[in-house]
């Protein structure tokens, strides 16, 4: 499995703010993901982070809410922009790696967003 | 896109017996079916996945089973203990290179 670490890991905003969240893995991973997981909801994708290239968002995602970087192979951010109440989750970065013989996704511990 | 239905959305059984939690996908093309538990407060941790190629995977007392044909799967959970209380997930994805889709959640109570 990965090390995979966020910082921050809450976070207390006003809204028209903007944060950068920041997702470091221990090895070079190919696959990395954004999940925003709403207060008591479950997980949803927001985009695939693509080294080297534009990040991949999912259906009412945006690039310009939540522009994402992937400098490397093991470090990714993603930015909520011009936040609002919600926009307040945990955000979640997942990264595919190889377990076993078989590529398995595993999440980081996530960061907390309130946004007043 | 894909759509995944979960049931039921809590489940309270008595410690011992046996736990089943339901989930069916939409979209044909996927082929991995991971679960995760997520204690409070906490990041979701994979407890046991399976892939199109296999209709049954088993790990000590925790079990999924896939029907492609009918495009469900089910997550299995015998002698539960009350550390098995959690929110627990199912999702799909159609290979190594999609993000997951997930289900709304089971919360799992287990009573002494």
């Known amino acids: 499995s990965a090390v995979i670490s966020q910082k921050p890991s809450r976070d207390i905003c006003q809204r028209g703010t903007s944060l950068t969240i920041q997702c470091q893995v221990d090895?070079?991973?190919?696959?990395m993901f954004w999940y925003r997981q709403q207060p008591r909801q479950s997980l949803t994708l927001i985009a695939t982070?693509?080294?080297?290239?534009?990040?991949?968002?999912e259906s009412g995602f945006v690039i310009d809410k939540f522009p994402i970087s992937r400098p490397n192979l093991t470090f990714s951010t993603l930015t909520v922009s011009n936040m609002s109440p919600e926009d307040s989750s945990i955000y979640l970065c997942?990264?595919?790696?190889?377990?076993?013989?078989?590529?398995?996704?595993?999440f980081g511990p996530g960061t907390r967003l309130t946004v007043l | 896109g894909e759509n995944v239905e979960q049931h039921p959305s809590t489940l309270s059984v008595q410690e011992g017996d046996s736990a089943v939690i339901k989930c069916t996908y939409s979209?044909?093309?996927?082929?991995?079916f991971p679960w995760y538990k997520q204690e409070l407060g906490k990041r979701p941790q994979l407890i046991i996945d399976?892939?199109?190629?296999?209709g049954e995977k088993k790990d000590q007392r925790i079990a999924v089973t896939l029907n492609k044909t009918a495009k469900h799967f089910s997550l299995h959970i015998t002698e539960t203990q009350p550390e098995d209380s959690a929110v627990y997930f199912c999702?799909?994805?159609?290979?190594?290179?999609?993000?997951?889709?997930f289900g709304k959640g089971t919360h799992l109570i287990i009573q002494p």
């Open positions: 997942s990264v595919e790696a190889r377990d076993r013989g078989t590529d398995t996704q595993y």
């Open positions: 090895s070079q991973v190919t696959m």
């Open positions: 982070a693509n080294q080297g290239s534009e990040a991949t968002y």
């Open positions: 979209d044909s093309a996927s082929n991995y």
């Open positions: 399976i892939r199109s190629n296999v």
């Open positions: 999702a799909a994805a159609g290979g190594g290179a999609d993000g997951l889709t």
